[in-house]
């Protein structure tokens, strides 16, 4: 009998305790996620008079959105970065080019006894939304070719 009623408030207490504990992780949760919403945004503008959103102008919201989709578009694309491509150079790896363009869209064999492998870079420019392609071939695991892309 006093087994039982130990167990019972031992369980009674961590039911309670749970509870407690619980509400205030998301309390700390809520807070957290409004202070990293207030730092993106300040990041973005630059500026903390910015943290309230009525206060922004047609500038600072095209200056807002400018920042997003370039942002967006190394997160998605990082080789759509033109200076990436100036660092290759003829007789890298493929690993060595995956690890300055990333990888790439396709990866396909070619016909040709001249290419053994072609890297396709192909996606569309976030905020133009201009379709753009970049091609790297190989032959022997050696970068023979690239077409930088027309940004």
Do not use: C, H
């Amino acid at each position: 009998m006093k087994f039982f009623i130990i167990l019972s408030s031992l369980f009674i207490f961590s039911f309670v305790y749970g509870e407690t504990s619980i509400e205030m992780l998301e309390k700390r949760i809520n807070i957290l996620e409004k202070q990293m919403k207030d730092l993106q945004l300040y990041k973005i503008t630059g500026n903390k008079a910015f943290v309230d959103k009525r206060q922004l102008s047609d500038q600072d919201i095209e200056k807002l959105a400018d920042k997003v989709f370039k942002e967006e578009e190394q997160n998605i694309y990082p080789w759509m970065d033109e200076s990436k491509w100036m660092l290759l150079e003829l007789g890298m790896s493929t690993d060595e080019v995956k690890s300055i363009l990333g990888k790439p869209i396709r990866e396909f064999p070619s016909l040709n006894k001249r290419i053994d492998v072609a890297f396709i870079y192909k996606g569309r420019r976030i905020p133009s939304n201009k379709l753009v392609e970049g091609v790297v071939r190989f032959y022997k695991d050696e970068l023979i070719e690239f077409e930088v892309p027309n940004f």
